[in-house]
C-alpha cells in the first residue's frame, strides 16, 4: 500500500518541466522532495492533486490510477497543505477548517454533528483553539501554517501533501510544522526547501534537479557534498547533526573571507577611538560599517 | 467528555455569527419592507394599507375596478419586481464573478456581457434591428450582444482547456473596451434623436416594467440560484485559489466554466430588461460578507435578499429625489454604493488581504 509515481513527465505552457519521475512513497512514511529553485518540486506534487495534468506517465494510490478517480475520491485520499497565502475574502479559522470536509458532502448537505466534532478536533490537535473566530488572514505565517494543517485533517485523507510548508516561516515555527506533521498518523510527501531541515525529519529524501530526479535514499545517503554540487552548483560542507547524526548542511563562502578577490573592495578600515569608521580613499563611507 | 457534551460545545465554539435563519427573516423583512414603501410613496402617494389591500385583493382573485388598484398593481408593483429581481440577480452575478476571478474589484459587467448587451440594444434603438418583434426588439438585441460577448469572452480566455482567473479578467476588460467602442461608433454614425434612448437605456431604468417582463428574470435568477446554492461548498473551496481547491476534490475546469456561464446569463438578462446598472454587483457582495462572513451558504441567500432590498430602495430614492422627473438609476446606485463601501472596507482593512 504506497503512493508510487511511474515514468512521470509534465508540461506547462508547452514546456518540459519535469522528465520520467519515479518513486515511491512507502505508508507511513515521511518523504522529502528536494532540489533546487524551479527544479519540479512544486510541479510534482501539483500533478499529483490535479492542478497539473501529467503529460506522460502514472500517479498510483494502492496500485490504482489516482487520476481516474473521481477528484472527490481523491481528495478523500489525499490532503495537501499549501504554502502559506493570503485570502482574497477572508473566512474565519473555525470555517476555513470546515472546508475540508468540502469532499465529503454532496450539494446541499448540511454540516453535521460528525462534521462539527472533526474540525473542532482538528483544530484543537494543532492547538488552535483561541484563534477558532479569527479572520485567517489577521494571522501570522506559522498560525496560518497550522490552520492549512487542520484543515487538511478534517479532510480526513491518509496521504498528507506538503508544498513547502515552512518556506516564509522562521526557525521556531520551521521545527514546529514539522515536528507537527510528522506525529500525525498519516503518509506524507513534502517539497521542503532547507536541506538540513528535511534531513532531520525525512524518511526518505528524493533529489531534483533540471526537472528530473538525480537520487533518493535516507537522507544520509543522499545529502552529500557532490549531490549537493550536482543539483544546486554550490559548495556545502556536511557534518553529522550533534544529536541526530543526520546530516547538516553548511553554506561555504565562494571566496575565503581573510582572502579578498580582485573584484572585492579593500578590506574596510578599523573604527577609530570613537567607534565611527573613517571614510576610504575615494571620501566614501563603507556601505557595511555605518555602525548600525 | 461525552461525545454529546462535546457536540454541544463545538456548535458554540465554531460559530459566533448570527443564526442564519434569524438572518435570513430580517432581509426578508427589510425586502418587503422596502417593496411595500416602492409601492406606496409616488406622485400619488397611496398608505401602506391600501398597497396591502389591492394586493390582498388581486390575489384573492377579484381586483376592484379604482385608480389605486391601477396605479399599483399596473404600473408600480411590477415596477418594484422588477428591480428586486435585477438587484438579486446583479448582486448574485457579482458573488460569484469575484470568486471566480478571486478580485475584490470584479463585478458581474467585468465579463463582457454588459458592453456586449449595450452593443445590441444601441443597434435595435438606432438602426431598428429586430423591428418585427416590436416591445421585444431591445431586449432581444441585448441578449444576442450579450450572449455574443460572453462566447468572445469564453473563447478568447480559454487556456489549455482551461479558464485561468487573469485571462478572464484581461480578455474581459479588452473586449469590454472593444465594444463600448462598438457602441460609441454607432451613436456617432445614428442619429440625435435616437441617441438620447440609448443614453437612457445605457444609464439603466425601471420605468417601463410591465408584468410580461418578469418570468424571464425571475427564472434565470431561481435556477441561477438553485445551482449555486448546490455549489456553495466547491465556490468557498475556489475563494482559496485553484490549487487548494483542486486538492478539495474540486472539478475546476467544470466548476469555472459553469460559474462563467450562470454569471454571464444572469448579467445579460438583468442588463436586458434594466440597462446597465452598475455598483449593485460590486458594493452589495462586500456588504454581506462584512455582515455574515464569506462562506458561501450565507452569502448567496443574504446578499440575493439584501440585493433586492438595495434596488427596490435606490429606485425609489431615483423616483422622488427630483420629482417629477426621474434620476437614472445607476447615478442612484453609484452615489449609495461608493461611499459605503468605503466606510466599511476601512473598517475592517483585514477583509480585503491587506494583511501583507
Redesign the interface.
Known amino acids: 500500500m504506497s503512493l508510487e509515481l511511474r515514468d512521470l513527465s509534465v508540461d506547462i505552457?508547452g514546456r518540459r518541466i519535469v522528465t520520467g519521475i519515479g518513486f515511491t512513497v512507502p505508508d507511513g512514511t515521511f518523504t522529502g522532495l528536494l532540489g533546487p529553485n524551479g527544479s519540479g518540486k512544486s510541479t510534482i506534487l501539483?500533478a499529483i492533486?490535479?492542478?497539473h495534468r501529467p503529460a506522460s506517465g502514472q500517479v498510483l494510490l494502492d496500485d490504482r490510477d489516482l487520476l481516474a478517480l473521481?477528484?472527490?475520491?481523491?481528495?478523500?485520499r489525499?490532503?495537501?497543505v499549501?504554502q502559506e497565502?493570503?485570502?482574497?475574502?477572508?473566512?474565519?479559522v473555525?470555517?476555513?477548517v470546515?472546508?475540508?470536509?468540502?469532499?465529503h458532502?454532496r450539494?446541499?448537505d448540511r454540516d453535521d454533528?460528525a462534521d462539527?466534532?472533526i474540525?473542532?478536533q482538528a483544530i484543537e490537535r494543532v492547538g488552535c483553539?483561541h484563534l477558532?473566530?479569527r479572520?485567517f488572514?489577521?494571522l501570522s505565517g506559522g498560525e496560518k501554517q497550522r490552520v492549512l494543517i487542520a484543515q487538511a485533517l478534517a479532510?480526513g485523507a491518509d496521504h498528507l501533501?506538503l508544498?513547502e510548508p515552512t518556506s516564509h516561516l522562521d526557525i521556531r515555527y520551521q521545527v514546529e510544522i514539522l515536528e507537527l506533521v510528522a506525529g500525525l498518523d498519516v503518509t506524507i510527501l513534502a517539497a521542503i526547501h532547507d536541506l538540513s531541515l528535511a534531513a532531520l525529519f525525512c524518511d526518505t529524501v528524493h533529489l531534483l534537479a533540471d526537472g528530473q530526479l538525480i537520487t533518493g535514499g535516507p537522507p544520509g545517503q543522499v545529502l552529500t557534498a557532490a549531490a549537493v554540487r550536482a543539483a544546486y552548483g554550490t559548495e556545502v560542507l556536511i557534518v553529522a547533526h550533534p544529536e541526530t547524526g543526520t546530516p547538516h548542511l553548511i553554506p561555504r563562502r565562494t571566496r575565503r573571507p581573510d582572502q579578498p578577490g580582485p573584484q572585492s573592495p579593500p578590506a574596510p578600515s578599523p573604527p577609530d577611538a570613537t567607534g565611527h569608521y573613517p571614510p576610504d580613499a575615494t571620501g566614501h563611507y563603507p556601505p557595511d560599517a555605518t555602525g548600525h | 467528555m461525552t461525545?454529546a457534551g462535546?457536540?454541544r460545545?463545538?456548535?458554540t465554539?465554531?460559530?459566533?455569527r448570527l443564526p442564519l435563519p434569524i438572518v435570513l427573516l430580517a432581509c426578508t423583512a427589510l425586502l418587503l419592507v422596502s417593496m411595500v414603501l416602492g409601492i406606496a410613496i409616488g406622485s400619488v402617494p397611496l398608505s401602506p394599507q391600501a398597497v396591502l389591500r389591492v394586493i390582498a385583493d388581486h390575489l384573492a382573485g377579484h381586483p376592484r375596478d379604482s385608480v389605486a388598484d391601477a396605479i399599483v398593481w399596473e404600473i408600480r408593483l411590477p415596477r418594484v419586481l422588477l428591480a428586486a429581481l435585477v438587484g438579486a440577480t446583479l448582486a448574485t452575478a457579482g458573488t460569484v464573478v469575484?470568486?471566480l476571478v478571486?478580485?475584490?474589484l470584479a463585478d458581474p459587467f467585468l465579463l463582457g456581457v454588459s458592453s456586449g448587451a449595450s452593443v445590441g440594444a444601441t443597434a435595435v434603438l438606432l438602426f431598428g434591428a429586430f423591428a418585427s418583434l416590436g416591445a421585444w426588439a431591445v431586449s432581444a438585441g441585448s441578449v444576442l450582444g450579450a450572449l455574443g460577448a460572453m462566447g468572445a469572452v469564453f473563447l478568447v480566455s480559454r487556456q489549455?482547456r482551461a479558464l485561468s482567473p487573469t485571462q478572464l479578467i484581461l480578455c474581459g476588460v479588452v473586449l469590454s473596451a472593444l465594444f463600448e467602442s462598438v457602441t460609441s461608433f454607432l451613436i456617432f454614425r445614428g442619429n440625435p434623436q435616437a441617441t438620447q434612448a440609448v443614453l437612457f437605456w445605457l444609464l439603466g431604468s425601471f420605468g417601463l416594467a410591465t408584468w410580461p417582463q418578469l418570468p424571464i428574470p425571475a427564472i434565470v435568477l431561481a435556477a441561477s440560484m438553485a445551482y449555486l446554492?448546490?455549489?456553495a461548498?466547491?465556490l468557498?473551496?475556489l475563494?482559496?485559489?485553484?490549487?487548494?481547491a483542486?486538492?478539495?476534490?474540486?472539478?475546476?475546469h467544470r466548476l469555472r466554466r459553469d460559474l462563467f456561464i450562470a454569471t454571464s446569463l444572469m448579467a445579460g438578462v438583468a442588463v436586458a430588461v434594466s440597462g446597465v446598472i452598475g455598483f449593485v454587483g460590486l458594493v452589495v457582495p462586500h456588504i454581506v460578507?462584512l455582515m455574515v462572513?464569506?462562506?458561501h451558504r450565507r452569502v448567496l441567500p443574504v446578499g440575493m435578499l439584501f440585493g433586492a432590498s438595495f434596488m427596490v430602495l435606490g429606485d425609489l430614492l431615483a423616483r422622488v429625489i427630483v420629482a417629477p422627473q426621474e434620476m437614472p438609476i445607476g447615478v442612484i446606485t453609484a452615489f449609495i454604493g461608493a461611499p459605503l463601501l468605503i466606510v466599511l472596507i476601512r473598517r475592517r482593512p483585514?477583509?480585503?488581504?491587506?494583511?501583507?
Not at chain 2, 483542486?246 to 475546476?252: I, N, P, R, S, W
Open positions: 505552457a501539483k492533486y490535479r492542478v473521481r477528484p472527490r475520491d481523491a481528495a478523500r489525499i490532503a495537501v499549501a497565502f493570503t485570502l482574497e475574502f477572508d473566512f474565519t473555525a470555517e476555513l470546515m472546508i475540508g470536509r468540502t469532499p458532502k450539494a446541499f454533528d462539527r466534532a474540525t473542532e483553539q477558532a473566530h479572520g488572514n489577521t479532510q501533501i508544498d | 461525545v462535546s457536540v460545545d463545538s456548535s465554539v465554531l460559530s459566533r469575484q470568486v478571486r478580485n475584490a489549455e446554492l448546490a455549489q461548498r466547491s468557498n473551496a475563494a482559496l485559489g485553484a490549487g487548494p483542486a486538492a478539495l476534490g474540486v472539478d475546476l460578507r462572513g464569506s462562506e483585514y477583509l480585503y488581504g491587506a494583511a501583507g
